[in-house]
């Protein structure tokens, strides 16, 4: 069963505009992660939110997390043609030891 | 930087044939993971490793196998490959404890025929 899910599955914008992408999840978590994956390779990391944390930044990335509505979104600002990858949340539970959660992905475009 | 290396980024075989995937980490990272990728599915855990010789089953354990003998190499074993098992395998490591990132490796497209 999928923990974190993804909205929109697909969301295609123009360079300079702001991407803005959605993640829900289930149960309680420990914290929350966002990965990037360009077109066939692997995930890298992007960044990580605490359950007890509320906003972060990173460059041109902000995270936020609403633990009472079990939401997080990914704020990429100025996007560029080189964004253009598909973006996944990922949660780690407060139960089940080492594992860590995967939500199907939301693939952005981003036209120069 | 952390780096995963996986043996192969693209492999062939045929149904039947007992297929293995390599996987090393060079930062004496504790877990490992072995993780398929389908389109819609998102990621799925098939196993992970915390320790050297031990493994736990993940979400799809069935027709897999891993073997861990060095703290830097986790395998992956298909005993007996079907064509249900074509798909992207990532294998990613982190360190032990909370809020540790996974470092992922570049896949292996396997394509079973």
């Known amino acids: 069963s999928q923990q974190g899910e993804e909205d929109p599955q697909a969301l295609s914008i123009q360079e300079g505009e702001n991407a803005t992408m959605n993640c829900s999840y289930k149960t309680s978590i420990n914290n929350l992660q966002w990965y990037r994956q360009n077109s066939g390779r692997g995930l890298v990391h992007l960044i990580l939110?605490?359950?007890?944390?509320r906003e972060k930044h990173s460059g041109r990335l902000r995270v936020t997390l609403d633990t009472s509505k079990k939401s997080s979104s990914l704020l990429i600002t100025a996007s560029r043609a080189a964004d253009t990858a598909s973006y996944f949340c990922?949660?780690?539970?407060?139960?089940?030891?080492?594992?860590?959660?995967f939500g199907a992905g939301t693939r952005l475009f981003v036209k120069a | 930087d952390v780096k995963v290396t996986q043996s192969s980024r693209y492999l062939v075989k045929r149904t039947g044939e007992k297929v293995f995937l390599e996987c090393v980490q060079d930062?004496?990272?504790?877990?490992m993971f072995w993780y398929r990728q389908d389109p819609g599915l998102g990621l799925r855990l098939i196993y992970f490793?915390?320790?050297?010789?031990?493994?736990e089953k993940g979400d799809i354990p069935e027709g897999y196998s891993v073997s861990r003998e060095k703290k830097e190499r986790f395998s992956l074993i298909l005993e007996s490959a079907s064509t249900n098992q074509t798909s992207m395998y990532l294998c990613a490591s982190n360190r032990a404890g909370r809020n540790q990132p996974q470092h992922f490796g570049d896949g292996t497209r396997l394509s079973i025929l």
């Open positions: 490793s915390y320790d050297v010789k031990m493994k």
């Open positions: 939110i605490r359950s007890n944390e």
């Open positions: 990922a949660t780690d539970g407060r139960t089940g030891g080492f594992k860590t959660i």
């Open positions: 930062m004496d990272h504790e877990n």
